[in-house]
C-alpha cells in the first residue's frame, strides 16, 4: 500500500504521460468523460460518474479495421493496426472494472476479437473507489463492491491522499515507473474509507434491488410477458442507454466511401435503432416493443444464460440518470415484480 | 504566380442550374471566355433543387468553395424555385458563418443563359477569393484527404 | 395536482376521452415518465410536478392512430409544438382532448446536480401548487436547499410566454418565468470571431455521442424515415467516426427544422451530453425574423412557414457577413 498527496497527482500523472498514453476523467464544455491527458486537460476526478463509461479505451465508440486504396489496377488492402503501445486507463470505478470483465466474456472467446484483445493486454487499469456514490448507483445488485474495484490498481482518494494498492502483476510494474512519487503506506485509513462506502451502499435506494426471477432459464416465461407491451411506450428509441453502458457490446460495420478508396470501420450499435442488425432479408425486430424488449433480455437472460449467470449489467446506473424519457433497467426490473409507486 | 499557389490547388464546385447558368457557362466556353479549372460544374435542373446537404457534402469530399448560380430572381424557369434557393442558402451561409466556417467559401451567384462574361469573370474571382482563403481544414472529412 | 387528476377521471368514465396522456411517478424523486392511463384505477400513479418536462405533443402522433380521444396534457411551450404538428397533418385534432395545464418552470435534474447535490433522497418543493421557491433536497449526505429559478431548464428562463396556444379545457395556474432574452447567447456567439466560435462548436460537438435523442424526442422531427437512419447514406447516424460528422448532423436537423422549430427546448433538455444544442435552432429563428420578419412557429397553424414563403425583395445571401 502507497500514498501520494493529492497536490502532487499532477506530478504522477506527467510521469505515467511520459511513457504511455494516460485516459482519465477529463472535464470538457461541462461534461465528464475519459480522454487523454495532457498538460491542459482538466482532470475531474471528483465527479462520480463520467458521462460515457470507460469502455471507450478498449472498445471505441469507432475505430477503423482497414482501408482499400485503388493502386493501377489492382486494389491495395491496408488493415489498421493493432495497438501496441502500453496504456493508462486511470479512475475507473468498480463497476466500470466489472463492465470489462462483461466484454472480455464477448470479445476474447472464441473467435477472438483482435483489436479489442490488443487493446486488453496493453492497456493497465486503476480503479478508483467511490467515495461518495450516488442514488443511482445499484453495483451491489450484481457483486461489484464499489469501495474497492478489482483492477490492476486499485485507488483511494482520502482527504488530501490518494491510497495506491496494486492488486496484478501489471499494477506492479506501473507501480514500478512512478514509485519515486509514492511513499508507504497502512491500510488503516482505507479500512475506515471502505467502511464509510459501505454504509453509504447501504442507505442507496436502489442497492437492495431483488432480481428474482431474471436468470437464463426464465427465457420465454420473460419474453412472452405482456408487460412489455406497456413499459416501452414512452421510449424514445434513442440510443443514450446504450451508448452510456459499460457493457453494451453490440457493434456495426460499415464502410465509407472516401473518394479514392474505401475505409472499413465499426461503430458501436444500439439496439434501440431501427436498423440494428438489419439483414439482407430485412429486420427481425420490427417494433419498438421488440427493440426495447431485446435490450433488457439481453442483459438479464440472454447473457446470463450464456455466461454462468453472470449479468450484462454492472448497475453503474448512467442509464437511470441519462434516459431522456427517464426509463431504465431498474424500473423494468421493479415492473416485473409489480414494485410500481414511490420511492 | 507565388509558388504557394502552385502547391494549393483548390477544389471547387459548382452548383449551376439547367436553364440559365449552365448555358451561361456554355456562352462563356463558345466565347471563349476562360475560367479555372479548379471549378467543377454539377448540373442541377434549378437552383431549387439544391438541398443544404448537397452544399455539406461537397465539403465533406474535399472542396473548397462552392458556388451556386441560378436564374436571376424572376427569370426562374420554374417561375419561383430561385426565391426558395434564395432564403435557403442564405440561412445555410450564416449558419456556416455561425459555426465558424470562413464566409467566403460559399457563394450565391444569379448568372442568365446570356452572361457568359459575368459566369466567367464571376468564377475568376471566386477562385480568386478561395486561393487567399486557403484549403478548407473547417469542414472537411479527414478520410477523403488521405 | 388534484385537479387535473380529478378531471382525468371524470373523462374517462364519462368517456369523453379513451386514455390520458401525462406522467407516472418515478422511483426517484425527478424521475416521472410519460405514460398512458387507461383506467381510473391506473390514475393513481398519475403524477405532474416540475420534473414532468417532457414536451408530450410528439407522442400524440402515435396516440393519433389509436381508437378514441386522448387527453393530453400539455404545457403552455408544448401547445406550440401541438399546433405546429396540427399545421404538418401529423396529429388529429379531433383525436385530442388538451388539457393546457399550468406550468410554473420545469426542473433541470442535471442543473441539481451541477450544484453538488447527490444521493438525492427526497425533494421539497417540486409540486405544482408549491408557493416555494427554494427546493429542499434531502440526501444522503446532508439536507441541501436550491433556489427554484437556479435549478430551472435553460427553456424556462426564456419562456414563449404563459398562454396556452390551443386547448379544449385550462387547468392550473401558469407563471411568468423568462429573466433573460432568448437570443443573447446567439449574439454572444455571433460577435466572435471565426476562430473562437469554430473552437466553440467544436469543444461542444466534440462531445456528441451520437445517440438520436435530440432528433427522437424533436416534435419538429416526425419523419417517418429520417435521412440518418438510411443505409444508403453513407454518413451513417451511429456514430462521429470523423468530426465532420457532427457538424453534418447537428447543422442539417437543424436546418431540417428551421422555421418549424417552436423553439420547445426539448433537444437541450434531453442531450445526455449537455450540448446547447437549442443554439443551433435560435440562431435559425434569429436570422428568420431579422430577416423576413418575426416569425413564432406554432403560434397558430394557418401562416406560412418562412422557408416556403418567399419575397421579391428578399436579401440576397451576400448579407452574410455583411451584416453588424
Known amino acids: ?343 | 504566380m507565388s509558388i504557394e499557389k502552385k502547391e494549393f490547388r483548390p477544389k471547387i464546385v459548382a452548383f449551376c442550374c439547367n436553364w440559365c447558368s449552365y448555358a451561361g457557362a456554355d456562352l462563356a466556353g463558345s466565347s471563349r471566355l476562360g475560367y479555372p479549372a479548379d471549378v467543377k460544374i454539377i448540373r442541377v435542373p434549378c437552383s431549387c433543387r439544391v438541398n443544404p446537404m448537397f452544399i455539406l457534402r461537397a465539403f465533406e469530399k474535399g472542396a473548397d468553395g462552392v458556388i451556386m448560380c441560378g436564374c436571376h430572381p424572376g427569370d426562374c424557369h420554374y417561375s419561383t424555385g430561385n426565391y426558395y434557393a434564395r432564403r435557403r442558402m442564405t440561412l445555410l451561409f450564416s449558419m456556416l458563418d455561425y459555426i465558424g466556417v470562413e464566409n467566403g467559401r460559399t457563394r450565391v451567384e444569379w448568372v442568365s443563359a446570356a452572361e457568359g462574361v459575368k459566369f466567367s469573370d464571376t468564377m475568376n474571382e471566386f477562385v480568386e477569393k478561395i486561393y487567399s482563403l486557403g484549403e478548407n481544414v473547417r469542414l472537411g472529412d479527414l478520410r477523403c484527404r488521405s | 395536482m388534484q385537479e387535473l387528476k380529478d378531471r382525468a377521471r371524470e373523462l374517462l368514465a364519462d368517456g369523453t376521452v379513451k386514455r390520458v396522456l401525462g406522467w407516472k411517478i418515478g422511483d426517484l424523486p425527478y424521475n416521472p415518465e410519460p405514460a398512458y392511463f387507461e383506467t381510473e384505477e391506473s390514475l393513481k400513479d398519475f403524477v405532474y410536478n416540475g420534473f414532468c418536462g417532457a414536451n408530450l405533443s410528439k407522442y400524440m402522433i402515435e396516440a393519433s392512430k389509436l381508437d378514441g380521444k386522448t387527453m393530453v396534457c400539455l404545457k403552455p411551450c408544448d401547445t406550440y409544438s401541438f399546433n405546429q404538428l396540427m399545421k404538418e397533418h401529423r396529429v388529429d385534432r379531433e383525436k385530442a382532448y388538451i388539457a393546457g395545464v399550468g406550468c410554473k418552470g420545469k426542473l433541470d435534474i442535471e442543473k441539481i446536480r451541477k450544484q453538488g447535490i447527490k444521493a438525492i433522497e427526497r425533494i421539497e418543493g417540486a409540486g405544482i401548487c408549491d408557493e416555494a421557491e427554494t427546493l429542499k433536497i434531502q440526501t444522503v449526505y446532508g439536507e441541501k436547499t436550491c433556489a427554484y429559478a437556479d435549478a430551472m431548464l435553460e427553456r424556462c428562463h426564456v419562456c414563449k410566454g404563459k398562454e396556452h396556444k390551443i386547448y379544449d379545457e385550462l387547468i392550473g395556474e401558469s407563471k411568468e418565468t423568462a429573466d433573460a432574452d432568448r437570443f443573447d447567447e446567439v449574439a454572444a456567439i455571433e460577435a466572435m470571431s471565426p476562430e473562437e466560435k469554430f473552437a466553440f462548436f467544436q469543444k461542444e460537438l466534440s462531445k456528441c455521442i451520437r445517440c438520436n435523442a435530440c432528433r427522437n424526442v424533436c416534435p419538429a422531427c416526425s419523419c417517418r424515415k429520417c435521412v440518418f437512419d438510411s443505409t444508403k447514406f453513407d454518413s451513417s447516424q451511429k456514430a462521429n467516426v470523423d468530426s465532420f460528422e457532427e457538424k453534418m448532423f447537428h447543422i442539417i436537423r437543424a436546418f431540417h427544422v428551421a422555421g418549424r422549430c417552436t423553439d420547445c427546448g426539448e433537444c437541450s433538455r434531453v442531450c445526455p451530453q449537455g450540448i446547447p444544442l437549442h443554439l443551433f435552432n435560435r440562431k435559425f429563428i434569429k436570422d428568420i425574423n431579422e430577416l423576413y420578419g418575426e416569425y413564432q412557429a406554432g403560434e397558430d397553424t394557418g401562416a406560412k412557414a418562412p422557408l416556403t414563403d418567399y419575397t421579391f425583395e428578399d436579401a440576397e445571401p451576400s448579407i452574410v457577413g455583411k451584416r453588424g
Open chain 1, 1 to 343: 500500500m502507497f500514498k501520494i498527496a493529492k497536490e502532487n497527482l499532477a506530478a504522477l500523472f506527467r510521469m505515467i504521460a511520459k511513457n504511455q498514453e494516460l485516459y482519465l476523467p477529463v472535464r470538457t464544455a461541462g461534461q465528464v468523460n475519459f480522454a487523454a491527458w495532457s498538460e491542459d486537460a482538466k482532470v475531474d476526478l471528483d465527479t462520480l460518474k463520467s458521462v460515457k463509461s470507460p469502455k471507450d479505451a478498449f472498445f471505441p465508440q469507432s475505430e477503423g479495421l482497414y482501408t482499400v486504396k485503388k493502386e493501377g489496377k489492382k486494389m491495395k488492402v491496408e488493415p489498421e493496426n493493432l495497438k501496441d503501445q502500453p496504456f493508462v486507463v486511470f479512475g475507473m470505478k468498480a463497476c466500470d472494472v466489472k463492465g470489462l470483465e462483461v466484454l472480455d466474456r464477448v470479445f476474447l472467446s472464441d473467435p477472438v476479437d483482435t483489436f479489442y484483445a490488443a487493446r486488453r493486454d496493453h492497456g493497465t487499469v486503476v480503479a478508483l473507489a467511490c467515495h461518495e456514490p450516488e442514488e443511482t448507483c445499484f453495483c451491489k445488485v450484481f457483486g461489484v463492491d464499489a469501495a474497492e474495484g478489482a483492477a490492476d490498481v486499485a485507488a483511494w482518494m482520502i482527504e488530501d491522499e490518494l491510497y495506491w494498492k496494486p492488486l496484478t502483476e501489471k499494477g506492479d510494474l506501473l507501480t514500478e515507473t512512478v514509485k519515486e512519487l509514492l511513499s508507504e503506506a497502512d491500510e488503516g485509513k482505507v479500512e475506515e474509507e471502505k467502511e464509510a462506502i459501505h454504509r453509504i451502499t447501504e442507505r442507496l435506494p436502489y442497492m437492495n434491488l431483488s432480481l428474482e426471477g431474471w436468470n437464463g432459464d426464465a427465457l420465454s416465461e420473460k419474453f412472452d410477458d405482456p408487460r412489455w407491451e406497456e413499459l416501452y411506450k414512452p421510449c424514445l428509441a434513442c440510443g443514450t442507454c446504450t451508448f452510456v453502458c459499460p457493457t453494451c457490446q453490440c457493434y456495426d460495420i460499415k464502410d465509407y466511401d472516401t473518394g479514392r478508396g474505401v475505409s472499413r470501420y465499426r461503430c458501436w450499435d444500439s439496439c434501440m435503432y431501427s436498423d440494428f442488425t438489419m439483414m439482407a432479408h430485412g429486420n427481425n425486430r420490427t417494433s419498438q416493443m421488440q427493440r426495447f424488449r431485446q435490450r433488457f433480455m439481453h442483459k438479464l437472460v440472454y447473457y446470463p444464460a450464456n455466461n454462468d449467470g453472470m449479468y450484462s449489467c454492472v448497475g453503474c446506473g448512467r442509464c437511470v440518470e441519462k434516459c431522456p424519457a427517464a426509463l431504465n433497467i431498474v424500473k423494468v426490473v421493479k415492473a416485473f415484480q409489480n414494485q410500481g409507486g414511490e420511492n
